[in-house]
């Protein structure tokens, strides 16, 4: 691709990224008036409409948060499996609050005495009330169906013909998966719904239970509570099925979480919970900020020193890298959930600032050499990201390695600075590869 068409593609990326840095800022644009009257109306338009769309989601240590001590109930438990349930207990909660949208949570099983309890900090969430519920709660899925004197009974009764459903032993152990959808029919089957997903046992079951309640409803019920009656049209096979309902997006992404959560092991209850907080907060943040911006300043004057006017690009390279990098923290590329950032993943940004200029210099020295050996500025320029590569790619395999490394075996702020570390030496590949290398030949031609 030529440097000019890839140029224009930088170009792009780095509005886009500007777009996405931008904070929130408190002006109003002035009123323009023409003989007298407003241009734009009475409305006033600020500037916080369009800029500050992509705030930068904080960790528990910058921001506060909630903390829950929850209580293990072991009495039905064998004591030799005691230790395992807690695990289990404690994988289960972790689920919950990943679902639920909570990053950087720290889910820690202790023992305290012969006691077990999970301790739960949930960053960003000042009333955790709603949060402690499904983090608490054990989601039990069960379908049922309706005996054949419904109606006589609920008339008899008052009682609503639902409440008469008998199990018909489908449950949430046979469900494989639960996500959110829209629906895109009539009326009655538009808005949000949950699709549902059987295993193999649980979908033969669900096809000889549809089978037999054809045109009859199935009452869906979660921990007792109806949740949806929908009618069977048809036998359904293959273990696939949507939930309906008078479902708003927030309690179809509720009840899918809780699905996919599963059961708690064991029972438990909320000892605690209180509000915790910023144990770093603003401040903290400020000198963080101050420390980066001066690193970026040295790097920035030592290249420019050092390397004249190859220097000044592969700052420009960098100035460029932070703008992505920040980008992808706040907004995640739309792919995956954006960055929240504690004071460890600041430092791995920090950090990967000066490992960003590494593959810059590498090239810059191979070019020296190859201009030394009597090459021109355009074989020096191709040579020196050829010869340069392996080095290059080599380091930064190695730096992913160990981010890797950190990432998945470590807990809260360990992963923070190694996803942080991780997406700084992606970019820092891109910018030194892509972007300076198009510049350089903008420049020598």
Same mark, same amino acid.
């Not at 777009?19 to 734009?40: H, M, Q, R, W, Y």
């Not at 006033?44 to 240590?61: E, R």
């Not at 109606?151 to 449950?171: M, N, Q, W």
């Given at each position: 691709?030529?440097?000019?068409?890839?140029?224009?593609?930088?170009?792009?990326?780095?509005?886009?990224?500007?777009?996405?840095?931008?904070?929130?800022?408190?002006?109003?644009?002035?009123?323009?008036?023409?003989?007298?009257?407003?241009?734009?109306?009475?409305? $006033?338009?600020?500037?916080? %409409?369009?800029?500050?769309?992509?705030?930068?989601?904080?960790?528990?240590?910058?921001?506060?948060?909630?903390? *829950?001590?929850?209580?293990?109930? #072991?009495?039905?438990?064998?004591?030799?499996?005691?230790?395992?349930?807690?695990?289990?207990?404690?994988?289960?909660?972790?689920?919950?609050?990943?679902?639920?949208?909570?990053?950087?949570?720290?889910?820690?099983?202790?023992?305290?005495?012969?006691?077990?309890?999970?301790? @739960?900090?949930?960053?960003?969430?000042?009333?955790?009330?709603?949060?402690?519920?499904?983090?608490?709660?054990?989601?039990?899925?069960? !379908?049922?169906?309706?005996?054949?004197?419904?109606?006589?009974?609920?008339?008899?009764?008052?009682?609503?013909?639902?409440?008469?459903?008998?199990?018909?032993?489908?449950?949430?152990?046979?469900?494989?998966?639960?996500?959110?959808? !829209?629906?895109?029919?009539?009326?009655? %089957?538009?808005?949000?719904?949950?699709?549902?997903?059987?295993?193999?046992?649980?979908?033969?079951?669900? =096809?000889?239970?549809?089978?037999?309640?054809?045109?009859?409803?199935?009452?869906?019920?979660?921990?007792?509570?109806?949740?949806?009656?929908?009618?069977?049209?048809?036998?359904?096979?293959?273990?696939?099925?949507?939930?309906?309902?008078?479902?708003?997006?927030?309690?179809?992404?509720?009840?899918?979480?809780?699905?996919?959560?599963?059961?708690?092991?064991?029972?438990? $209850?909320?000892?605690?919970?209180?509000?915790?907080?910023?144990?770093?907060?603003?401040?903290?943040?400020?000198?963080?900020?101050?420390?980066?911006? /001066?690193? *970026?300043?040295?790097?920035?004057?030592?290249?420019?020193?050092?390397?004249?006017?190859?220097?000044?690009?592969?700052?420009?390279?960098?100035?460029?890298?932070?703008?992505? @990098?920040?980008?992808?923290?706040?907004?995640? /590329? !739309?792919?995956?959930?954006?960055?929240?950032?504690? *004071? =460890?993943?600041?430092?791995?940004?920090?950090?990967?600032?000066? #490992?960003?200029?590494?593959?810059?210099?590498?090239?810059?020295?191979?070019?020296?050499?190859?201009?030394?050996?009597? $090459?021109?500025?355009?074989?020096?320029?191709? *040579?020196?990201? $050829?010869?340069?590569?392996?080095?290059?790619?080599?380091?930064?395999?190695?730096?992913?390695?160990?981010?890797?490394?950190?990432?998945?075996?470590?807990?809260?702020?360990?992963?923070?600075?190694?996803?942080?570390?991780?997406?700084?030496?992606? @970019?820092?590949?891109?910018?030194?590869? @892509?972007?300076?290398?198009?510049?350089?030949?903008?420049?020598?031609?």
């Amino acid at each position: 691709m030529k440097p000019r068409r890839i140029l224009w593609f930088i170009i792009i990326l780095v509005v886009f990224s500007i777009f996405a840095d931008l904070p929130k800022v408190s002006f109003e644009l002035p009123t323009l008036k023409i003989n007298g009257s407003n241009f734009f109306g009475d409305k $006033k338009i600020n500037l916080n %409409q369009f800029v500050g769309v992509f705030p930068l989601k904080l960790g528990l240590d910058l921001q506060g948060g909630t903390q *829950l001590v929850l209580q293990t109930q #072991m009495e039905k438990i064998a004591a030799g499996d005691r230790d395992k349930a807690l695990e289990s207990a404690r994988e289960v909660i972790e689920r919950r609050v990943n679902l639920f949208g909570v990053s950087e949570s720290v889910v820690q099983a202790s023992k305290i005495g012969g006691e077990r309890r999970i301790l @739960v900090d949930l960053p960003g969430i000042k009333d955790a009330s709603e949060a402690a519920l499904l983090v608490g709660r054990t989601a039990q899925l069960d !379908f049922r169906e309706l005996p054949a004197t419904e109606s006589a009974e609920a008339t008899k009764s008052g009682i609503p013909a639902i409440y008469f459903a008998k199990p018909t032993g489908l449950t949430g152990a046979d469900l494989k998966r639960a996500q959110v959808t !829209f629906g895109s029919g009539g009326a009655k %089957q538009a808005g949000p719904q949950v699709s549902v997903e059987f295993n193999e046992a649980g979908a033969k079951k669900f =096809a000889e239970i549809t089978k037999r309640n054809v045109g009859r409803q199935l009452p869906i019920f979660l921990d007792d509570t109806p949740v949806s009656a929908p009618v069977v049209q048809q036998e359904i096979a293959g273990g696939n099925a949507v939930i309906s309902g008078q479902f708003t997006t927030d309690e179809a992404k509720k009840l899918a979480i809780q699905l996919n959560a599963g059961a708690l092991p064991v029972p438990i $209850k909320i000892i605690e919970q209180r509000s915790i907080g910023a144990s770093l907060g603003q401040e903290s943040i400020n000198k963080s900020l101050v420390a980066g911006s /001066l690193g *970026l300043l040295v790097v920035i004057i030592y290249m420019a020193l050092y390397y004249g006017v190859w220097g000044i690009i592969a700052d420009l390279a960098l100035i460029i890298y932070s703008l992505f @990098v920040l980008a992808i923290f706040k907004t995640g /590329l !739309f792919i995956l959930p954006p960055v929240t950032l504690t *004071l =460890a993943g600041i430092a791995g940004f920090v950090l990967s600032i000066g #490992m960003a200029v590494d593959a810059n210099i590498l090239v810059f020295e191979r070019m020296k050499e190859e201009r030394r050996w009597g $090459k021109s500025a355009v074989q020096a320029l191709d *040579l020196g990201f $050829k010869r340069a590569w392996t080095s290059i790619k080599d380091s930064n395999i190695s730096s992913l390695i160990t981010a890797s490394i950190l990432y998945f075996l470590g807990t809260g702020s360990v992963k923070g600075f190694a996803l942080t570390l991780a997406i700084g030496v992606l @970019v820092s590949m891109f910018t030194a590869l @892509v972007v300076t290398k198009t510049f350089l030949k903008l420049l020598i031609k």
